[in-house]
C-alpha cells in the first residue's frame, strides 16, 4: 500500500472520528430544552405485555407484579411470560404472580431470546391486541407506563421506546452505570424525539403497534435482538419514538463478571447487526433524503469506533511526514487548541453534570460518573473478546436485584 493510500486512509478516518463526535455534541444541545408531553387520548388500546424469561425464578414475581399495577384498565391488558428453556421454578413464579405463561421448550424450539420472542409474538397477534409491549423478566414498568404509550399510539407513534433508568443504584459499578443512563436519557434520547429522529431501542419498555409486530419479526440469531429491530425498523421508514414519562426501570450489573458478561455480548451482537445494516442505512440516507437513516448509520458506525481510533492512530504515527487533517487543524487555525481542548473536556465534564443537574439526580450519581474512566481499560479486551465471539454466545447475566416496584415508586 503506498503512501498515498496510507495518508487518504488516515485522513478519512480523522474526518469520520472528528465530525461523529461533533454531530453529538451538537445533537445534544438540544437536551438543554424540554418536550411537550403527549396528550391522554380517549381511546384506550388493549395491550399484549410480554416478558422473556430464561431461569429468572429470583427476579419474575417482581416483574409481573409491577405490570400487573399499572394505572390501566386490567381488562385491557395481559401479562404474557414467555419461559424460555427454564429448568427452575420461573414458570410457577409467573404463574403465582399473575401472568399466562407460554413455554417455549421442547422439541424443534431452540433456545434463544430472539427465537423465543418470534414464536410468542405468532402466537399471541391473533388475540387482537392493539400493540405488543416488551419486557425483560428483571425490568419494572412505572405505574403511568401504559397510559404514556396510549397517548403515543393515539399521536400516531407505530414504535416507541420508554426512558430506561436503573432500579439498582446500591454499588459502584451500578451507580456508574445508572448515571450514564440518565446522560444519555438527556442528551441523546430527548435531542432525537424533538428532532424528529428515531430513538435507540433498549430491550424493555418497547412497544410496537399490531401492525408493526406483525410485519418485522424479531430476528432469532442476533445476540443483540433490540438494536437489530432498531437499525432493521429506521431502513424501512419507520420511526422510533421516545416517551419520557414512560418510565421502565431496568437491572444493571453490580460486579464486573455481570458487566463483562453482558457488554461482550453486546459488542458481538452489535458488530453483527453493523454488518448486516449499516450500508443499507446509508445508502437509504442517500436514495431518499432520510435524516434518520444517515443517524442510525452515524450510530450504527460507533460499533468500530475503537477500532477506528485505533486504526487512526497508528496510520497518523505510519503517515507522520504527510498531511493530517487533524494536526494540521491544530496547529494551523486561530484558537484550534483551545477548541480541541474543550471538545474533549465538555463530553466528559461539563456536560454530564449539566444533565445530571437537570434531571435533578442524587449527589452519589455525580461522584459515580467520575468514575466512568476506571471502566475504560476494559474497552479493548471487551472489543477483543466481541470480535472473537461467534453469534451463538448468548452469555446471560445473573439477575440478583430484588428490587419491587412500591420500592421506587409511591403508589
Not at 437489530?228 to 450489573?253: K, T
Not at 496510520?315 to 494540521?328: M, Y
Not at 465471539?389 to 439477575?399: A, I, K, L, N, S
Amino acid at each position: 500500500m503506498g503512501q498515498l493510500t496510507l495518508t487518504a486512509l488516515s485522513n478519512l478516518l480523522q474526518l469520520f472520528i472528528f465530525l461523529s463526535g461533533l454531530f453529538y455534541l451538537l445533537l445534544s444541545l438540544r437536551g438543554l430544552g424540554g418536550l411537550r408531553p403527549a396528550a391522554a387520548a380517549a381511546r384506550l388500546r388493549r395491550f399484549a405485555l410480554l416478558v422473556p424469561a430464561h431461569n429468572e425464578e429470583g427476579v419474575i414475581g417482581l416483574a409481573v407484579e409491577s405490570l400487573r399495577r399499572l394505572d390501566y384498565p386490567a381488562e385491557l391488558f395481559e401479562i404474557f411470560v414467555i419461559t424460555d428453556h427454564c429448568s427452575d421454578g420461573t414458570a410457577q413464579a409467573a404463574q403465582a404472580a399473575g401472568a399466562k405463561v407460554l413455554d417455549h421448550s421442547g422439541p424443534g424450539l431452540k433456545a434463544g431470546k430472539g427465537r423465543a420472542l418470534k414464536w410468542a409474538t405468532e402466537k399471541i397477534l391473533p388475540g387482537g391486541w392493539d400493540a405488543l409491549c416488551y419486557f425483560d423478566a428483571d425490568s419494572l414498568a412505572h405505574p403511568a407506563f401504559l397510559r404514556q404509550m396510549n397517548a403515543h399510539l393515539a399521536d400516531g407513534a407505530q414504535a416507541v421506546q420508554g426512558r430506561q433508568i436503573a432500579k439498582n443504584a446500591n454499588v459502584w459499578l451500578a451507580r456508574i452505570l445508572a448515571s450514564g443512563h440518565i446522560v444519555s436519557n438527556r442528551f441523546a434520547q430527548l435531542p432525537r424525539q424533538a428532532l424528529g429522529l428515531s430513538a435507540t431501542l433498549h430491550g424493555k419498555g418497547m412497544c410496537f403497534t399490531a401492525a408493526i409486530a406483525a410485519k418485522f419479526h424479531w430476528d432469532e440469531t442476533c445476540l443483540t435482538e433490540d438494536l437489530e429491530m432498531q437499525m432493521r425498523l429506521i431502513r424501512h421508514g419507520v420511526r422510533i419514538e421516545w416517551a419520557r414519562e414512560a418510565v421502565v426501570y431496568d437491572e444493571e450489573p453490580e460486579t464486573l463478571t455481570q458487566y463483562l458478561c453482558r457488554t461482550i455480548r453486546w459488542t458481538r451482537g452489535s458488530l453483527d447487526t453493523a454488518r448486516r445494516h449499516l450500508l443499507g442505512l446509508f445508502l437509504r440516507a442517500l436514495r431518499h433524503g432520510d435524516l434518520r437513516a444517515l443517524e442510525g448509520g452515524i450510530y450504527c458506525a460507533q460499533t468500530y469506533r475503537f477500532a477506528a481510533v485505533a486504526a487512526a492512530a497508528a496510520l497518523v504515527w505510519v503517515s507522520r511526514d504527510s498531511f493530517n487533517i487533524v494536526v494540521w487543524l491544530y496547529s494551523s487555525l486561530p484558537g484550534a487548541e483551545l477548541a480541541m481542548k474543550l471538545l474533549a473536556l465538555l463530553p466528559l465534564l461539563l456536560y454530564p453534570a449539566v444533565a445530571l443537574l437537570l434531571e435533578k439526580a442524587p449527589p452519589a450519581l455525580f461522584a459515580a460518573y467520575l468514575l466512568q474512566p476506571v471502566l475504560g481499560p476494559l474497552r479493548l479486551p471487551v472489543f477483543v473478546a466481541g470480535v472473537l465471539r461467534g453469534t451463538d454466545f448468548w452469555g446471560r447475566t445473573e439477575h440478583t436485584s430484588r428490587v419491587a416496584i412500591a420500592d421506587l415508586v409511591d403508589q
